[in-house]
């Protein structure tokens, strides 16, 4: 049994007309009228606007039906809130009042109503309410909107909402990192690709920036964990290069391989962000053969066609950083990564676009809208080419002009290039040794 304390006590019950002395006339703009009969000295004793309204500081007191008339006008919208407010007057704000809110946007609305007639006890339950439940988005931004413009009393409900500080922050980031590139087992796959969307989340910069920006700490910190993801991805090549080709296409393995090409993928986005792709790059390269040997071992079904394109995936940041000079490499290097991908590449994209059209809607989508991938690969592919020496250029161009996928990649301004080049290469080295004669001689 509660104790007395605890009971709601109702001093005077609201919309008692043989009780009551004050009647608070509730109008709208559209003429909505309504009466409410209420007793003075609750009205006084919560309310500084109904104390400062029936005090003897207002000029003029209206009497209706032989009673002190408060007119109170407000928004159609706000009428319930109103209504409710005054019923909450007669309750002994106790800490019972949970169940009394029926959610965030009606107490929001009281909160409103409460301030604006100078209601403490009300507010301060409101806010206890708010700051302890779960809120929607929507219904945080209608907190973020009103509550700043009340003052003190609510800060604590946009506790939730405020700045974190950079330790909390970096640490979060820390921890983050390390679990989205520790290889967890499949069943905590969703929430392995959830901490890596957070993570490219954090470093992004988008209408808003960045939540931290990436010193030499948190680079060292990603290149050790993404190292350490590559080291366990190249044991598993060397595993499956050493099994029988029956047990590679089994499709846990296979599972295992294209999870693993998934997570190399994502952390290819966020070396490529925070500007540190060079061992990713390198290691990529170093291990192509094996890459592609075992993708092409396996026997040919459309997750194994899915697995290619996401090898693809990777393969076009890896190119991508070396065509475009993000990432130096040798000569040797660079044409290793062309003669390794190249075939790889044009043999994969008539694969993809048959799953595609044979596929549902689901799958033709996806290949639409990666044919935005294709064309930059293709790009990336010339601009690799053309940075070779001519004789290495030649012997790639006489090997695709040949090849029954000549349509992709398309090398023609490859071609093009390589044949201005060769044509003008004896007289224009000729002026540049000239000129270098010339110069010598004065």
């Known amino acids: 049994m509660d104790s007395p304390e605890n009971e709601i006590r109702v001093p005077g019950k609201i919309g008692d007309r043989s009780t009551s002395d004050v009647v608070v006339r509730l109008r709208t703009q559209d003429g909505r009228d309504d009466w409410i009969y209420c007793h003075s000295h609750i009205l006084i004793e919560k309310s500084e606007y109904f104390a400062d ?89 209608e907190i973020l909107r009103m509550i700043p413009h ?48 957070q993570l490219e989340y954090m470093i992004t910069e988008d209408d808003d920036a960045p939540l931290l920006t990436a010193d030499d700490e948190i680079k060292l910190v990603v290149k050790e964990c993404v190292k350490s993801l590559l080291s366990r991805f190249n044991n598993l090549l060397e595993a499956l290069l050493c099994e029988p080709v029956e047990s590679v296409c089994g499709p846990g393995i296979m599972q295992s391989f294209q999870s693993y090409i998934s997570d190399l993928s994502w952390a290819g986005q966020i070396l490529n962000k925070l500007e540190i792709m060079r061992e990713f790059v390198n290691n990529w390269i170093d291990v192509s053969d094996k890459i592609v040997k075992v993708v092409e071992q396996a026997s040919p079904t459309a997750e194994i066609t899915e697995t290619r394109f996401k090898v693809i995936e990777v393969a076009a940041k890896v190119l991508e950083a070396i065509g475009y000079g993000t990432v ?16 790889f590449v044009r043999v994969t994209k008539p694969l993809v676009d048959t799953v ?55 090398l023609t301004e490859a071609f093009e290039v390589w044949c201005y080049r060769s044509k003008v290469a004896k007289r224009r080295l000729s002026l540049v040794v000239g000129n270098h004669a010339m110069t010598n001689t004065l």
């Open 150 to 197: 009340i003052g003190l009393q609510t800060e604590p409900i946009l506790a939730r909402l405020q700045p974190v500080n950079p330790s909390a922050i970096l640490g979060i980031f820390l921890s983050t990192i390390r679990f989205a590139t520790s290889s967890p087992p499949p069943p905590m796959n969703d929430l392995k690709i959830s901490a890596q969307e």
């Open 356 to 410: 595609g059209c044979d596929g549902d809607v689901d799958d033709a989508l996806t290949v639409k809208i990666d044919g935005e991938l294709w064309q930059s690969l293709e790009s990336t592919l010339v601009s690799i080419i053309l940075a070779l020496p001519s004789e290495d250029q030649a012997e790639i161009l006489t090997e695709w002009l040949g090849n029954e996928h000549i349509r992709y990649p398309d």
């Open 53 to 141: 309204r029936l005090s003897e500081n207002w000029p003029t007191c209206q009497i209706l039906d032989s009673r002190n008339c408060v007119e109170v006008y407000c928004h159609e919208s706000d009428f319930d809130y109103h209504v409710n407010v005054l019923r909450l007057l007669y309750a002994v704000i106790d800490g019972s009042m949970d169940e009394m809110w029926h959610g965030v946007r009606n107490a929001l609305g009281i909160l409103q109503v409460a301030f604006e007639l100078g209601c403490p006890q009300i507010v301060t339950a409101c806010v206890k309410y708010l700051e302890a439940v779960p809120w929607e988005e929507a219904e945080e931004e």
């Open 328 to 343: 130096i490499l040798p000569t040797a290097k660079r044409l290793h990564a062309v003669k390794v991908w190249l075939p």
